[in-house]
């Protein structure tokens, strides 16, 4: 049995978290958080991402999904440094509890399908929902960020 629950009441919740800790402790029952991103999990990647993670990320969803290796070495980003540090945000939200160890990396690097031997990497890619989910995310930390900013002056 799979289910997501959204909402309800905080005496929902408790009588809830009382059931499942009953039922833990038997055995009976497995809980595994779901490993698909979601809002919140995309504004906490770009909360802790390093700033080469934030750099691949931004080239990737300015450009609706894909960004070229080419593109990224003509602005002398180095490649090992860039993917290195999205694999590193990863660990650091599955380690903090962010999300679980199972989570698919949001941007994976494409190689060359004539040259699978050489792992030549052509580019970097996002599949199309987690452009949009990453780039809202992305766009409400720039307004909280700006608020911020504008409370202070």
Known sequence: MDF???GGSPEFERDLLALLDKHLGTGDLTVEPD???????????WRIATPPART??????ERDGFVSAKTLRDQQRNLKSLSGSIT?????????GVWPKDIQSPVVPEYDPKKPA???????????DLVELF???DEEMEEEFKYRMGARS
Do not use: K, N
């Open 135 to 137: 780039r809202a995310a």
């Open 56 to 61: 691949l990320l931004s080239a990737v969803v």
């Open 88 to 96: 590193a945000t990863i660990t650091r939200g599955w380690r903090d």
């Open 4 to 6: 997501r629950i959204s």
């Open 35 to 45: 490993p698909e991103w979601t809002a919140e999990r995309a504004a906490t990647f």
């Open 118 to 128: 050489s792992r030549e990497v052509q580019g970097y890619r996002m599949p199309r």
